[in-house]
């Protein structure tokens, strides 16, 4: 069910220690900020959405990132605890509400993935039965230990032996965009973008707002999402908004923050 434009979900925020282990790679960090181009965004959109960041688990390392296109500092990662504790390096944690949503492609190619490992692990305990002389007609094969059950439904992260190719692509085009730099034409070309979501530029006028190496934080999540297939659905007007990914009926809320 997706979200509404003009309300932030009225469910009570998960703490992030029990959120956490919930979250999957390729879900939408959405934000409702107070600060000022999260309200000329809120305004531009007639919205309460104003920032949206892609999540992508690093299980190797222990770390939930958020991928995100940010003036005026451009594309780049951060943790999510750091949205939770310590955003702009005062000690204080995002100037607003989070949310967070699953794109139902994004379920899919999870449970995908979790049946590959299983897939996996199954081949890989007749492989040992094998190795110690048990097989069709002998003894019961030992049973699997406890923690092999975990690793089978641990959330999914991006290792390369064990993503599918679609999540594969997703990373690497969030990653290979990583350090676009914004300068200050760059910010007052984005800034324009955003009032043409409501001065109704024409096209010829919009395409000239264009430009390959910037990007709004919720253009560059719905570029990544093209990499794989998925097309985030918008009215067309302006630019790609945070409250297009808010109102699409293909995602689902996942918890608050």
Partial sequence: MPLLRNKFPAVPPTPYAELRPQLRSGDVLLCSGTGIFSTLIQRATRSVWSHVGLIMRLDSIDRVMVLESLEPVGVRTVRLSKYLTNYNNDGRPYPG???????????ALSAEAAGDRRCAAEMGNRSADLRIGRGEGGAEPPASPPQADAEIGAPFSFGPAEAP????????????????????EQIAIIAARIAAGRLRFSRKEREKLVRPDAY????????????????????????????????????ELVGTL
């Fill in 165 to 184: 190719q679609a999540l594969t692509a997703l990373a690497t085009a969030a990653v290979d965009r990583f350090g676009y730099p914004y300068d200050k």
């Fill in 97 to 107: 509400r989070l949310a967070v949503i699953r794109h139902q492609e994004i379920d």
């Fill in 216 to 251: 709004i934080c919720s253009e560059y999540v719905a570029l990544c999402f093209e990499e794989i297939g998925i097309e985030i659905p918008w009215d067309q007007k302006g630019f790609i908004a945070p409250a297009d990914f808010a109102c699409a009926d293909c995602f």
